[in-house]
Nanobody
Framework: EVQLVESGGGMVQPGGSLRLSCTAS????????MNWVRQAPGKGPEWVSA????????YYTNAVKGRFTISRDNAKNTLYLQMNSLEPNDPALYYC????????????????RGQGTQVTVSS
């Protein structure tokens, strides 16, 4: 059974940082691209970032480019999202999602997702 479990969310002040983690199990993590997706209250899901199976290719939506960094540790079956310079538009439920194959894309397509971790930005 594919399982994705996120952690690391919380409340930070504007300009602050958080590091999200996603621990994967039930599949060969190192052979799949992975994504981060976020959903703010009252809005639809927004694709945030993707990374290929090897961790050598990454993509970001324009809203987070230069502030967020996606990475992965295939030995630990873990995906990360380092979020710096958090802004008032960033609060959302952030969840990781398994891509459809090894290649990362900006399509936001996925087949499994985790329950998510909440990020709040407040002064």
């Amino acid at each position: 059974e594919v399982q994705l479990v996120e952690s690391g969310g919380g409340m930070v002040q504007p300009g602050g940082s958080l590091r999200l983690s996603c621990t994967a199990s039930g599949f060969t993590f190192s052979t799949y691209a992975m994504n981060w997706v976020r959903q703010a209250p009252g809005k639809g899901p927004e694709w945030v970032s993707a990374i290929n199976f090897r961790g050598s290719i990454t993509y970001y939506t324009n809203a987070v480019k230069g502030r967020f960094t996606i990475s992965r540790d295939n030995a630990k079956n873990t995906l990360y999202l380092q979020m710096n310079s958090l802004e008032p538009n960033d609060p959302a439920l952030y969840y990781c999602a398994r891509g459809l194959g090894a290649i990362a894309t900006m399509s936001g397509q996925y087949d499994y997702r985790g329950q998510g971790t909440q990020v709040t930005v407040s002064s």
